[in-house]
């Protein structure tokens, strides 16, 4: 069921909503077995800032021309959108059970969009997700829409070459309702990003490829709020690039920062473990 | 788009031509002509034929990766530089912003080289068009062995690429009179469409045959009892030049023209090599491996239809650079080698 809390939500709210979050991201992996914890972890608060409340929607309209688009570029965190979907009432809160617990179900690893309302594109191979933002900016222009294209990025999506196309042209068609927000966990698949490969000073390659550059705490919603909304009048303008610095596993002490944690199994013990630490919000 | 003028720009959309004088043994992948020297052409069928459209139709948008003047995209940049989208050289945002302006309304017609759309922008094209089934018009030139580059430019293995992709529907048009006719057809398909296109001064062939393009159809352009040729693209021409040829020989040559490589017009082609009698000989600009022949043959063998089978295509390797002409000849799809490799075989 959607949640009981006022759109655009207070920071309590917002907190109480990220907690949320988490505990469906858990349940949604407790059904599947296993799961990317610490991908999805690290940018439940950036997921629901935007959805409770920085994004133009109308749960009742996923395809309302004017709402606001999100893109999830880093597909495998898709548990952190799909509750925010459900708490927000695009799709029933039973699917939260069902996630990949047998061919046929509606949520599955990576977002669908053909199976799943109010998700604005499929996702899963990572480095695509900037240039349908890019393509998204682009029709909002020519249709004189007014509607922003947000796009998640993982950071060690930012490795891929086609990400960097994306960067150079959104530049140059001056995409200024395209936001895409870094996550900035720093952890990969094989290791720290610094290990397996560098990308640093992100913030000066991205002023230098055209783009306004905000850094922020990820997992501080004050903050998030204030780089998030960017209005609806910067349509000729520099497109907007936030480096969300972030914790992978955020909220689970055993999870924050450890590799082994990008995806695994719980044991039951560890899920009790885990669950009594997501019982209040984090400061 | 402002840099795209000058030369190509000049082509006007209705005139047709023949042209004896000029020699043609050129390497160029960008003035190699596949006309011979004594065929009529048009100059540039799909922009003017794509400008014509975009009149009515203003969700019609254009992207190029800096070949817009290569795959006649500069015709419509022209005419609609508040709809054309330079890209850079950058494939893969091509394709995935494409995808992205079809899923908010828009009909993009993307163009590249086929080498470039097939090998380095396939994943882009799979899961940011195809797998949401969003009406992205990807059209290629140098197709199959169109240019005497070499392998970076000859997409010898492109139909093999994208016959495996789900939802993607393939057109080899023959000539100007097919591509200008599809470019509408296309648009209006509501999924996304790989076309191989053919452009510069197109040859103008099937104003001679009671011929009309449709989606899905493959086209009876020519009867005969004792070789049925199936043939796509350029290689319809050919086909019908060898069979023109063959006629002299008391050789009776039908030619099946299917067009769309996929769907694949299954009916017709299982009516066709269905006759009996007939040797089925499929013809196409394109590798042996997992073309228009290969499609045929399975489309036979599972009816149970097993007429004898040969396949005019290009070898299995990389190919050589030089003169296309020349290379047409030594790789066995020009009219001359069509017409030999055909006798050899009755």
Redesign the interface.
């Known amino acids: 069921m959607s949640l009981q809390i006022k759109v655009p939500a207070t920071l309590a709210d917002l907190a109480e909503a990220a907690r949320i979050n988490r505990i469906d991201t858990m349940d949604m992996f407790a059904a599947a077995g296993n799961g990317h914890y610490g991908s999805c972890f690290s940018c439940a608060e950036i997921v629901t800032a935007l959805y409770f409340n920085v994004m133009r929607l109308d749960p009742a309209r996923p395809d309302w021309p004017e709402r606001d688009r999100f893109v999830l570029g880093k597909g495998h965190a898709a548990p952190t959108l799909y509750s925010a979907l459900i708490r927000r009432g695009y799709m029933p809160e039973h699917w939260i059970h069902e996630f990949e617990a047998k061919v046929g179900v509606k949520l599955m690893t990576h977002p669908s969009r053909r199976y799943q309302p109010g998700v604005d594109a499929s996702g899963g191979a990572l480095g695509h997700g900037l240039s349908i933002g890019v393509g998204m900016a682009l029709a909002g222009k020519i249709d004189r829409r007014d509607y922003r294209s947000f796009v998640l990025l993982g950071d060690g999506e930012i490795q891929e070459g086609s990400v960097w196309e994306a960067f150079a042209s959104a530049a140059k068609y001056r995409l200024g309702h395209l936001v895409a927000i870094i996550d900035a966990n720093g952890l990969s698949v094989d290791g720290t990003l610094d290990e397996v490969m560098p990308m640093e000073p992100l913030a000066d390659k991205l002023s230098a490829f055209g783009w306004e550059v905000v850094e922020c705490d990820g997992h501080d919603l004050a903050a998030l709020l204030r780089v998030l909304d960017i209005g609806h009048d910067r349509v000729d303008a520099a497109p907007r690039a936030i480096i969300a610095r972030t914790v992978k596993g955020r909220g689970v002490s055993f999870m924050e920062n450890v590799r082994r944690w990008h995806a695994d199994v719980l044991t039951p013990d560890e899920d009790r473990l885990a669950r009594a630490e997501l019982t209040r919000p984090l400061s | 788009m402002s840099t795209q003028t000058a030369k190509a720009g000049t082509a006007k959309s209705d005139t047709t031509k023949s042209d004896t004088t000029k020699p043609r043994l050129k390497t160029s992948a960008m003035i190699a002509s596949i006309a011979g020297a004594d065929q009529r052409t048009r100059s540039a069928p799909f922009g003017h034929a794509l400008v014509e459209l975009a009149k009515k139709r203003p969700e019609i948008?254009g992207l190029t990766a800096d070949l817009g003047k290569y795959t006649d995209l500069h015709i419509f940049a022209q005419a609609y530089p508040e709809?054309f989208?330079q890209?850079?050289m950058?494939e893969?945002?091509l394709?995935?912003?494409?995808?992205?302006?079809?899923?908010?309304?828009?009909i993009?017609f993307a163009t590249t080289y086929a080498v470039f759309a097939a090998r380095r922008a396939y994943?882009?094209i799979c899961?940011?068009i195809a797998?949401?089934n969003l009406p992205v018009k990807i059209v290629c030139a140098l197709p199959g062995l169109t240019t005497g580059y070499g392998p970076s430019h000859q997409a010898t293995e492109d139909l093999a690429i994208f016959r495996g992709m789900p939802n993607l529907t393939i057109v080899d048009p023959c000539d100007a009179i097919d591509i200008e006719q599809a470019v509408p057809t296309i648009a209006d398909h509501p999924g996304p469409v790989y076309m191989r296109l053919l452009r510069g001064q197109v040859p103008v062939v099937l104003d001679e045959y009671d011929y009309r393009f449709e989606l899905g159809k493959a086209k009876l352009l020519r009867d005969g009892g004792e070789v049925l040729i199936i043939s796509s693209g350029l290689m319809t021409m050919r086909a019908l030049e060898a069979a023109k040829r063959l006629e002299r020989d008391r050789i009776g040559v039908a030619v099946l023209h299917s067009p769309t490589i996929k769907p694949l017009d299954t009916e017709t082609i299982l009516r066709e090599a269905g006759r009996g009698g007939r040797l089925v000989v499929v013809a196409e600009n394109h590798s042996v491996i997992g073309g228009l022949g290969e499609a045929v043959a399975g489309t036979l063998l599972r009816a149970g239809v097993t007429p004898p089978f040969r396949q005019i295509a290009l070898p299995d390797a990389f190919l050589d650079a030089g003169a296309l002409p020349t290379l047409h000849d030594r790789y066995g799809i020009s009219t001359e080698q069509v017409v030999a490799q055909i006798k050899g075989w009755l």
Do not use: H
């Open positions: 948008v709809r989208y890209m850079g950058a893969q945002v394709m995935a912003a494409a995808g992205g302006m079809a899923r908010e309304g828009c993009p994943d882009f899961l940011s797998e949401e």
